[in-house]
C-alpha cells in the first residue's frame, strides 16, 4: 500500500466493495467485512449528529416562538417533545436502510424473505396496528389540547406530572418520584388538574362558647392573606359549619390553588392557623 494509493478515491472504492488491498485476495472477504463494518459506525455516529443539530434548532425555534407569540411554555414544550420524537425515529429509520444497503441487503433481497415468514409478517403487522394507533391517539391529544407537558394528570390509575409526550408514549412522574410510561394508545380517560384551581379542605374544632363569626373571619383572613403572600389568584375562601355539639363547633376551611402551590397553601394554613384563632381570642376545642 503506497501513499499514491491512499489518495486515489478508486481504491477505496475497491476496498469497500471487494476489499481488495495490493496483493492481499485471500483476505478480501474479511477486509470487505471490516470496511462495511466501519461505514455502519460511521453512519450511526452521522444519525446522532444530525437528530442533535436538528434538536437544538427546533428548540431555539420554538423559544423564540414562545417570545414573540406570548404562547404557554407547557404547549410548546409538549410541541418540542412530540417533534423530537418524530425526527429521532425518522432519522432512526433512514439509517437503518442506509445501513442494509452498506451490508450488502436489498429490499429486493429482503421480499422473498418477508413473503415466505407468515408469521413474522403477521407479528409486524399487529405492531404496526399497534403503533399507528399509539401515533394517531399522541396527534390528537396534542391537537386537542387534554394535556401538556408540565401538567398533573391522572390517566386510568397513575396520577403524576407530565414529563414527556413523544408519539407513541407519554411519561409520567409521580409523587413518589417513579416514572411511568404509558402508551398513547391506551390513554382513553384523562383528568387535568393543572388548567383549574384544586380545592382543600381544613377542619378546626372550636369550643362552643367561642365566637362563631370571629372564628370564620379569622380564617378566612389568614386564608386571602397566605393567598396574597404567594401572588395567588383563585377563588375566595369560604367557611362552613359542618358539625355542633355541647362542647365544640367544627368549621370547615375551603381554599382554592393552582396545583402547584396547592399543597404549599394547605401546608401554611395549617401551621398558623392556631395561632391566627388564638390571636383572634377564639379557644381550639
Not at 437544538?56 to 406570548?70: D, N, P, W
Not at 406530572?161 to 382513553?188: F, H, K, P, W
Request: hydrophobic share 50%.
Amino acid at each position: 500500500m503506497t501513499p499514491q494509493m491512499i489518495m486515489d478515491p478508486a481504491f477505496w472504492l475497491s476496498l469497500y466493495r471487494v476489499g481488495k488491498v495490493g496483493n492481499l485476495i485471500e483476505a478480501n472477504l474479511l477486509i470487505a467485512l471490516v470496511a462495511r463494518l466501519i461505514v455502519v459506525c460511521l453512519l450511526m455516529l452521522l444519525a446522532q449528529l444530525v437528530i442533535g443539530i436538528i434538536k437544538h434548532f427546533i428548540h431555539l425555534g420554538l423559544r423564540s416562538a414562545e417570545a414573540a407569540t406570548g404562547k404557554e411554555l407547557r404547549r410548546l414544550g409538549t410541541l418540542e417533545t412530540l417533534l423530537f420524537s418524530a425526527i429521532t425515529y425518522t432519522v432512526y429509520f433512514v439509517t437503518f436502510i442506509l445501513m442494509l444497503f452498506t451490508i450488502g441487503i436489498t429490499w429486493a433481497g429482503l421480499a422473498p424473505l418477508i413473503g415466505a415468514a407468515s408469521v413474522l409478517g403477521l407479528a409486524v403487522g399487529f405492531g404496526a396496528q399497534k403503533l399507528v394507533r399509539d401515533i394517531i391517539t399522541g396527534l390528537f391529544i396534542l391537537g386537542e389540547g387534554q394535556f401538556d407537558v408540565g401538567d398533573y394528570v391522572t390517566i386510568g390509575s397513575v396520577t403524576g406530572t407530565v414529563q414527556e409526550m413523544g408519539l407513541r408514549v407519554t411519561q409520567l412522574c409521580d409523587e413518589d418520584g417513579r416514572i411511568y410510561t404509558i402508551a398513547n394508545g391506551d390513554i382513553s380517560q384523562v383528568f387535568n388538574a393543572s388548567r383549574r384551581d384544586i380545592r382543600r379542605l381544613i377542619e378546626v374544632s372550636i369550643k362552643r362558647e367561642s365566637s362563631i363569626d370571629t372564628a370564620m373571619n379569622a380564617m378566612r383572613e389568614l386564608a386571602l392573606k397566605i393567598a396574597k403572600e404567594k401572588s395567588i389568584t383563585a377563588r375566595p375562601p369560604e367557611v362552613n359549619i359542618i358539625g355542633m355539639d355541647a362542647a365544640k363547633t367544627t368549621l370547615r376551611l375551603i381554599v382554592w390553588a393552582p396545583v402547584k402551590f396547592v399543597g404549599e397553601v394547605e401546608n401554611e394554613i395549617r401551621q398558623r392557623i392556631i395561632d391566627a384563632l388564638q390571636n383572634a381570642g377564639v379557644e381550639l376545642a
